[in-house]
Nanobody, 122 residues
């Protein structure tokens, strides 16, 4: 079965931290780039971070060194450590596997799941 399961979201205060996790099944995980994306109410989905199969990572400009993406191929999992959270980081966070260009926002292996909600209060 091809699916992703995201977890780790929650409500934190400004400056807090969260660690998101995503477990994939049904794909050859180690061959795939994996990314984290987010969508805030009324806004388009945007790239947060993506990690290539060999481990090279790319981040959205707004990350500014606050987040770190990592992967564990043995566990078919990708993680997003988020530090120094800001209210503007409030969104639903999704993981997915980009197809083609690593920073694509339009072509993915999986259908979008429910994601995990992150809420940052001031």
């Amino acid at each position: 079965q091809v699916q992703l399961v995201e977890s780790g979201g929650g409500s934190v205060e400004v400056g807090g931290s969260l660690r998101l996790s995503c477990v994939a099944s049904g794909i050859t995980f180690s061959d795939r780039a994996m990314g984290w994306y987010r969508q805030a109410p009324g806004k388009q989905r945007e790239l947060v971070a993506v990690i290539a199969s060999e481990g090279r990572a790319h981040y959205g400009d707004f990350v500014e060194g606050r987040f770190s993406i990592s992967r564990d191929n043995a566990k078919k999992s990708v993680y997003l450590q988020m530090n120094t959270l800001k209210p503007e980081d409030t969104a639903v966070y999704y993981c997915n596997a980009p197809v083609g260009r690593i920073k694509t926002l339009s072509n993915f292996v999986f259908s979008w799941g429910q994601g995990t909600q992150v809420a940052v209060s001031s």
